[in-house]
């Protein structure tokens, strides 16, 4: 047991989790504490003590249904699978994941006895009905005849799971429950558009739950065939702040936009603190005596002003071309988020025409409309919508070069891919001279600076900095220093 | 087996013994909780449960109104104890929160002491006129018990009965006064430098809960388990509703829930919580309402949503028109 969890906290660490060795000690205490056979208890006992942030929860999930997964019989068994699996049969599993590999075939018996109508019938029951051992059958029937999964094949989880999914048609299950329920509405009017959302809503819960029946049940069988270890490097999944923006999934996006508005937030507080607690002001006599009176007239405690350094003002020039796009929604959302710390930001957009957005954030008071509007209003296109660097920043000194003082800090995002044109670079080195800082944001990993046609190091001659921002952790550490 | 090993553990490191436990098994922890009306999942259960055997504290988290300080104040009724509450702020420090020596009545006491001296003093004090408590014995007089002022954390920590310690939205608190916190939260002990350390004779339960504000120190994070609250699913909020709103139908709570679930899909700046879905059902129960429709709801949806940007997208989105 013990060598068990010292397995799954390697595994945890290697997945980003900070897992320290208090922690480690405080796994295996709890575990003391709880009845074996309880797996659920057994999946608490192991968060409470071993995952100390939200956003670490889904990582922390995927290593506990590999590591501890739950080897109860398939359907068709002829029993010699001792029911209810745990630990030791776990342990044993990733000892001899290769010998396991002959038993895989007891559930197939059961899933190709039956015909595709009648699993789509089966189907259409379980999600009528709601019921949920129902659908775990059926998810096991379907990953038995769809999924196609063979002993030792080195393909991933995630192509099982589409090849199921897609055979298993759920979208016009969806559309066949709806109906059904539309039909069956009382009088001849059917629902109402509240009802018939609300019956949507229910019906997509439950193919929700269906989905992860599958993807758990492929899970389980993918462990049994190749042992813990090696199946978990190849479905870790990185924490949030981890993600590379540029080459996310949409399931991900989804997941960095939800991860967006906590993190303005912390960041916001964050840099808060740090104004004010930077330095002492002047010394605050009025404070200072009425502390003093509770000590009787003596001024134990001297207390001092706040200091108020100036806000800087932000000016962003992003490029909105192609991959960079995500990449570019997201600083400009965070930086919105947060701009009540500077004291002005102005945002322009570029692909080889360039146009200010911060009419667009201004009136919105969430970013994220502002940012979809950009992606539809945007004037940005000149001549053929590939990259043009040069001609955009000599259009913006041109227009609007004279607004950037003393006090700006200029960011620049982009990955500096110019398509062979003309590089301006002059533009640069004028708006340094002006502002206060300018800054590069480059989302490219640092090995492809330079390659092709980028010519970041051109640019670089002027920036004061050229940041690697691949990632939310590296954008949040950026705009953390920035003040 | 592992309990003796526990405790002998304990006692190695000096921290009270725990003394029994306080639940049985977790099915107990989530009836008990459920009897005093915080309908709990395994999850909280189960964490409840393990914080009373391991002696640790619990960090609580999640978005606001979900039923995190419910769930301490749920947990002291359940076990009998009297609940000690620190509302965390900004400016806190430690003679909010832990102690502070009461200077004016050792002032007071200073200045009784001289006057009484000099005029011989009621018990007529035989070993000298004026002057004559010696300064040793004088300090030790003003730096006793009786001038101590108590805070919420010293309090927890000194009291005989069984307590339960509630420390809320402890994110509010700046990351240098965590520290404060530390020493309680891990050895149960407060250290006065002129009267020396208190120990806890009784270990009590620790609640502290956060809002998410901010990151808080891996060294807090480190002495607490932690749990997670998040917004309920379907069946637990019907249940909720229909346990917390008296006079409302079965019916009436399961719509209430599916709207809400609903509300929770779309992308609004603030999902609504527990507590506003129960201020809604208790709304509509007021209201005589039988059955939520399409106008009902949006009229009352103010309640639910506080930013006018999600009243309109709701409105929008889930409650267009009827066809």
Known sequence: MLDLLSGFVTELRQAGLPVSLTEHLDAAEAVHHIPLEDRASLKYALAATLVKSSAHWRAFETAFEIYFANRGPGPADGGDDPEGDRTPEAADATGSGAGRGGRRGQGGGGGESMSAEELAELLYRALASGDGALADVVARYAVTRYAGMEPGRPVGGTYYLYRTLRNLDLDGVLERLIQAARDAGPGDHGLTGLEERLVADEYRARIEQLRRAVESEIRRRLVLDRGAEALARSVRKPLPEDIDVMHATRDELATLHRTLHPLSRKLAVRLARKRRHGR???????????????????????????????????????????????????????????????????????????????????????????????????????????????????????????????????????????????????????????????????????????????????????????????????????????? | MSLDAHADQQAALGLPPSGPPRFESVPAVREGLAAVGYLADEGIAGVVYLADRLAKPVLVEGPAGTGKTQLAKSVAELTGSRLIRLQCYEGLDESKALYEWNYRKQLLRIQAGQVIGESGGPSGDPAGGAGSATWKELEEDIFSEDFLLTRPLLEAIRSADPVVLLVDEVDRVELETEALLLEVLSEYQVSIPELGTVRATRLPMVFLTSNNTRELSEALKRRCLYLHIDYPDLERERRIVSARVPGISGELADQVARIVRSLRTLELRKAPSVSETLDWARTLVVLGVESIDATGARDTLHILLKYQSDIERAAKELLSAET
Do not use: M
């Open chain 1, 280 to 483: 002492k002001g002047p010394l605050d006599f009025r404070a200072t005596v009425r502390r003093s009176l509770s000590t009787g007239g003596v001024p134990v405690e001297p207390r001092f002003r706040h200091p108020r350094p100036a806000k800087p003002e932000i000016f962003v020039i992003a490029d909105i071309s192609g991959s960079v796009a995500s990449f570019a929604r997201f600083t400009l959302h965070l930086v919105y988020a947060i701009s009540s710390q500077f004291s002005k930001v102005r945002s322009f957009v570029f692909v080889d025409g360039i146009d200010e957005v911060t009419r667009f954030f201004e009136g919105a008071d969430d970013p994220a409309v502002a940012v979809h509007r950009i992606n539809t209003e945007a004037d940005v296109i000149w001549v053929d919508g590939h990259s043009d660097y040069g001609h955009a920043l000599s259009v913006f000194n041109q227009r609007w070069g004279d607004d950037v003082n003393s006090r700006t800090s200029v960011l620049v995002l982009g990955d500096a891919r110019n398509n062979y044109h003309a590089s301006e670079a002059w533009v640069l080195e004028q708006l340094a001279r002006q502002a206060r800082h300018v800054y590069w944001l480059n989302p490219e990993p640092r090995d492809y600076w330079g390659s092709g046609d980028s010519i970041v190091d051109e640019y670089a001659a002027h920036c004061e900095a050229v940041v690697e921002c691949r990632t939310l952790r590296q954008l949040e550490r950026f705009v953390g220093d920035l003040t």
